[in-house]
């Protein structure tokens, strides 16, 4: 795709940097959210990377043979720039010809938007498709679940897509139902490539109108497309997984061993990893339990597949992954603070979950044996333990059912109530659906007219600060949304209510100069040279958006930023102070709002 006029960009952290509205990258287009919504990229229209991302809503099906939590995108994009013919044709090549991947053109099926009330059926792309060589038995037609992509949030961009699947050759698996079709869940087709064209604005009153820019975003995941190419019938007999399931293997007891535990183990180590080195720490909410979640569920798998004593040994696989990756996405296994940093926090967090592990036992026995001896005296026949309890050591201790199943299969019982384990688990995913329903309503990103003044404001506060404070302030964090910032800078030394004071003083006096906020582009090390500053200047490539805020050439605040602008500060509102904090050692935390 470079060769066709493609800039490579890198890939973004697993922290979305300026959007509050979902914990992870989940895709690789989430990064370039703004520019598909018009906002002009520093590298052009045509765009190209890998990048890293992770989802954990399909984290029941991780084991499988082509599911991942953590998963590498590869993508390409048109800003307003070509469209159809050449996605499809580059696409078709890029799997088929010699020069690339050389897959058998015979073994590749595609998918199309069928048509509805709002959309017509893209007889475009089946006329593409038919053009490159592929016959009309091998192009399906479905509606809006399986072939369109958006919008992001209640309303804006969005259209139809059209996928591509490679047959793997394997048999139909008869339980998955009597007929095999693409999305059958036998896995004979394996998805590869997602074209999604960009074609409609969906307005507030439910229509749709032509969009217009029209925008290509493709996304093509490495783990499968690695297993299609060396011909494995799971993502984790590939070379990205081997020497992780080859380690897990070495460190499990042979006559405990079981391959979907150790798949699940690779694959949350693997996450684990890479969200440890961007920055996230086990906790109770958010990013930091989803890193928790992966870990306990991964240590309670290792320590049916070995012991309590070895659960250290997750610490071994995750040096694993280091060695690995080394070299790529700001990993460093040579690094011995990186090295130290992942240790630490794997075996910080296993070991609190040890005295879990141990309290979850106690109770079961303390549950199960009477009911054991109750069946005993009665001479009862076999009954299960109720599915509520199981549910309560799930929910509590981390226990998977199926371990509270096999415990009480062993102590004398019929295992667990599944129907009444499954009624609570219901009860459980609705509430936390609608938990996650009210968090990322808000779609992929937040282009608010209020969120874009304070994406300002947290510029005018990082100016403030360097002035009052001194230059040893730099930003350390942020996370923006409609209602406030939030922004981390260091500072070895708690902030003074009068230095707050005069923080908050400077920054509405530049609110009420009414400056302009200028845009320009350049390249990275111009803007290195210009003095701009910058969080995560190695992500944006090489161009980058330069916000500066100044009067007759008086600047007062030059920064690099991918996130949403007001174009005048005059336009904010007054600036507010509502809480200074510390985060952690040289790290200070200060919240603000923008009071109209």
């Given amino acids: 795709f470079e060769k066709r006029g493609h800039t490579v960009i890198p890939s973004a952290p697993l922290v979305p940097e300026n959007d509050p509205t979902v914990l ?30 992770l989802r954990t809503d399909d984290i029941d099906e991780v084991g499988d043979a082509t599911h991942n939590t953590f998963f590498e995108m590869l993508g390409n994009w048109s800003l307003g720039d070509y469209w159809k013919k050449e996605a499809l044709s580059w696409s078709w090549e890029f799997l088929t010809s010699k020069d690339y991947l050389n897959i058998d053109s015979e073994k590749i099926y595609v998918t199309v938007f069928a048509g509805d009330q709002d959309a017509p059926k893209d007889v475009e792309s089946i006329e593409i498709w038919q053009s490159l060589g592929v016959p009309k038995e091998r192009i399906f037609e479905y509606g809006k679940k399986e072939n369109w992509w958006g919008p992001a949030g209640e309303t804006g961009p969005c259209g139809p897509s059209t996928e591509m699947f490679i047959d793997s050759g394997k048999e139909h698996d008869p339980k998955f139902g009597e007929k095999c079709h693409l999305h059958c869940n036998c896995l004979r087709y394996v998805e590869v490539w997602n074209d999604v064209l960009m074609q409609y604005n969906k307005r507030s009153d439910g229509t749709f109108e032509p969009l217009k820019q029209r925008n290509v975003d493709t ?19 590939t070379e990205l997984f081997n020497s992780i399931m080859e380690t897990i293997r070495t460190l499990s007891s042979p006559d405990r061993y079981d391959d979907k535990s150790a798949r699940i183990i690779a694959d949350h180590i693997r996450a684990v990893v890479f969200l440890i080195v961007d920055g996230i720490t086990p906790s109770n909410k958010e990013r930091g339990y989803i890193l928790r979640r992966l870990l306990r569920r991964a240590a309670v798998k290792m320590f049916r597949m070995s012991s309590r004593s070895t659960l250290r040994n997750l610490e071994t696989i995750g040096l694993e992954v280091l060695a690995i990756y080394n070299g790529l996405y700001n990993i460093d296994s040579e690094n011995s603070n990186q090295v130290d940093l992942v240790g630490r926090v794997i075996n910080e967090e296993v070991s609190r979950f040890s005295d879990t592990l141990d309290r979850g036992l106690k109770e079961f026995q303390k549950t199960v044996e009477p ?39 062993e102590a004398g019982l019929s295992g667990v109530n599944w129907e009444e384990y499954r009624r609570e688990f219901e009860k459980h995913q609705a509430l936390s659906r609608a938990g996650a329903e009210a968090k990322f309503k808000g779609g992929l990103a937040d282009q608010s007219e209020q969120t874009s003044r304070l994406h300002t404001a947290t510029h005018l506060l990082q100016a403030a600060l360097r002035q009052v404070l001194g230059p040893y302030v730099y930003q350390k964090g942020s996370n923006i949304t409609a209602e406030r910032l939030r922004f981390d800078f260091s500072s070895p030394e708690k902030v003074t209510e009068e230095q707050l004071k005069r923080v908050e003083e400077l920054v509405n006096q530049k609110i009420k100069e009414d400056l302009p906020v200028k845009r320009e582009e350049m390249g990275t090390e111009e803007a290195k040279r210009l003095g701009s500053l910058g969080l995560f200047t190695e992500k944006y490539g090489e161009r980058v958006s330069v916000y500066t805020i100044d009067r007759s050439g008086e600047i007062f605040s030059k920064e690099i930023c991918g996130g949403p602008h007001a174009s005048q500060t005059g336009s904010l509102g007054r600036f507010k102070i509502i809480k200074e904090e510390a985060v952690s050692a040289g790290v200070r935390r200060i919240k603000a709002v923008l009071e109209d």
């Fill in 24 to 53: 992870f990258i989940t895709a690789g287009m989430h990064p370039l959210v703004p520019y598909l919504l018009g906002q002009p990229h520093p590298s052009g229209k045509r765009l190209t990377n890998f990048q890293k991302c």
């Fill in 219 to 237: 996304g093509m995941g490495l783990e499968r497309m690695t297993m299609i190419l060396e011909g494995k019938s799971s993502i984790y007999e």
């Fill in 371 to 409: 009911l054991v001896q109750q069946k005993k005296e009665k001479n009862l026949p076999f009954f299960p333990v109720p599915g509520i309890f199981a549910f309560h050591l799930y929910d509590t201790y981390g226990f998977p059912p199926e371990l509270t199943d096999e415990m009480a299969k």
